[in-house]
């Protein structure tokens, strides 16, 4: 297996380089958060929302789940701030994802096969399960990785998705896609 890091784009506003810590904002979606971030479920609910099982959480942001629970400015700021806290005391990981020679001439052949570019976005779904998209560039804030013997298949992450996957290793085996997180 080998990594190669391609260097990093210009951070997207509001976000942090992997050194230090990724944030979580009120503009992002409930079930994003609490996918990127298990335990704030709890803390949520210790603030009097249940929006973790809520089936609005898919798609209305902290924000607006907040406001709909009555949620004062100085409220939301003070939960943002608490989920922030609490991301920031998980143990780091290491801020690279290694694709397998067999993972990325899987990804290069279905790549092909729809039609797409050999770039995938490394997700965490609203269930807490990880996923791969295809992109048709890369983003700002995206760290993207790479296979030496396959250089034009791209996987790419967010800080915050690196902060639940990183040090994993995308492989292809027994006919799927596994993402083998680090212990």
């Known amino acids: ?15 942090t380089a992997i050194g230090s810590v990724a944030a979580f904002t009120r503009s992002m979606r409930v079930a994003d958060v609490t996918a990127l971030l ?11 929302i249940q929006c973790a ?10 924000e607006e789940g907040c406001r709909l629970h009555g949620f004062t400015e ?9 989920l922030n806290s609490l991301l920031d005391g998980l143990p780091p990981r290491p ?4 694709i397998t020679r067999s993972a990325a001439k899987a990804l290069e052949r279905v790549a092909g096969e729809e039609g797409k570019k050999p770039l995938l976005l490394v997700t965490v779904d609203g269930r807490g399960g990880f ?16 296979h030496a013997d396959n250089p034009e298949v791209l996987i790419a992450a967010s800080d915050l998705t690196l902060r639940r996957t990183g040090g994993a290793t995308i492989d292809y085996r027994e006919g799927r896609f596994k993402l083998d997180l680090a212990e």
Not at 2 to 14: C, F, L, M, P
Not at 38 to 48: F, I, N, S, T, V
Request: charged share 25%; aromatic share 4%.
């Open 1 to 15: 297996m080998v990594t190669v890091r391609k260097k990093q784009h210009n951070q997207a506003k509001g976000k």
């Open 38 to 48: 298990p335990d704030a479920a709890k803390l949520m609910a210790e603030y009097g």
């Open 53 to 62: 099982g809520c089936s609005l959480a898919g798609s209305e942001t902290l």
């Open 74 to 82: 100085e409220d939301i700021t003070e939960l943002v701030s608490d």
């Open 95 to 98: 801020p690279v994802l290694t």
């Open 131 to 146: 996923c791969m998209e295809f992109m048709e560039g890369a983003a700002d804030g995206l760290h993207t990785f790479r």
